[in-house]
T-cell receptor, first 111, second 113 residues
Framework: EDQVTQSPEALRLQEGESSSLNCSYTVSGLRGLFWYRQDPGKGPEFLFTLYSAGEEKEKERLKATLTKKESFLHITAPKPEDSATYLCAASFSGSARQLTFGSGTQLTVLP | NAGVTQTPKFRILKIGQSMTLQCAQDMNHNYMYWYRQDPGMGLKLIYYSVGAGITDKGEVPNGYNVSRSTTEDFPLRLELAAPSQTSVYFC????????????FGPGTRLTVT
């Protein structure tokens, strides 16, 4: 069964304290790895898609990377407005573009 | 573009009642999806559609039905609501091309009592 696991479940950082979120997935023909941001009471907001090992994408203080078994979302010098739940999702071969989501990492950045 | 819109935002149902959650997109996306999100859990796929007139079951389809008569609209029907269907429901859509990230609506919070 294709699975996506995120860690940690929750992370509290001081403003400016860089860290990384992890997303691991079962290896069964990964077609794409997706990162989303979700604010309370809102729908997930698309951040990045990664398609192959070694690929990196950046947006402001966020950088997503991909290996053959996991993806990392690096947050550099975070600000309080980066506080949100970050969701990872994967699409696998034969899944007709369906996404399998992890349960998310709730990030809190303290001023 | 409004993107993906959902109505209503909130709804309370009594056990055994039925309702339809509305979803529309104005991006001309062929693929549309319905998910439910329970507290502390990831999103679970209920149903999806690859185009008008074509739908298929996802991971948790029991108790739900869908139809897709147009490219823009993808309503989700709940028949005989049960407390286990208390959740937040999200609709999403995606392109047909090689980039198939999904774009989500704002969600409908449903409580069944």
């Amino acid at each position: 069964e294709d699975q996506v696991t995120q860690s940690p479940e929750a992370l509290r950082l001081q403003e400016g304290e860089s860290s990384s979120l992890n997303c691991s997935y079962t290896v069964s023909g990964l077609r794409g790895l997706f990162w989303y941001r979700q604010d309370p009471g809102k729908g997930p907001e698309f951040l990045f898609t990664l398609y192959s090992a070694g690929e990196e994408k950046e947006k402001e203080r966020l950088k997503a990377t991909l290996t053959k078994k996991e993806s990392f979302l690096h947050i550099t010098a975070p600000k309080p407005e980066d506080s949100a739940t970050y969701l990872c999702a994967a699409s696998f071969s034969g899944s007709a573009r369906q996404l399998t989501f992890g349960s998310g990492t709730q990030l809190t950045v303290l001023p | 573009n409004a993107g993906v819109t959902q109505t209503p935002k909130f709804r309370i149902l009594k056990i055994g009642q039925s309702m339809t959650l509305q979803c529309a997109q104005d991006m001309n996306h062929n693929y549309m999806y319905w998910y439910r999100q329970d507290p502390g859990m990831g999103l679970k796929l209920i149903y999806y559609s690859v185009g008008a007139g074509i739908t298929d079951k996802g991971e948790v389809p029991n108790g739900y039905n869908v139809s897709r008569s147009t490219t823009e609209d993808f309503p989700l029907r709940l028949e005989l609501a049960a407390p286990s269907q208390t959740s937040v429901y999200f609709c999403a859509s995606s392109y047909t091309g090689t980039s198939y990230e999904q774009y989500f609506g704002p969600g409908t919070r449903l409580t069944v009592t």
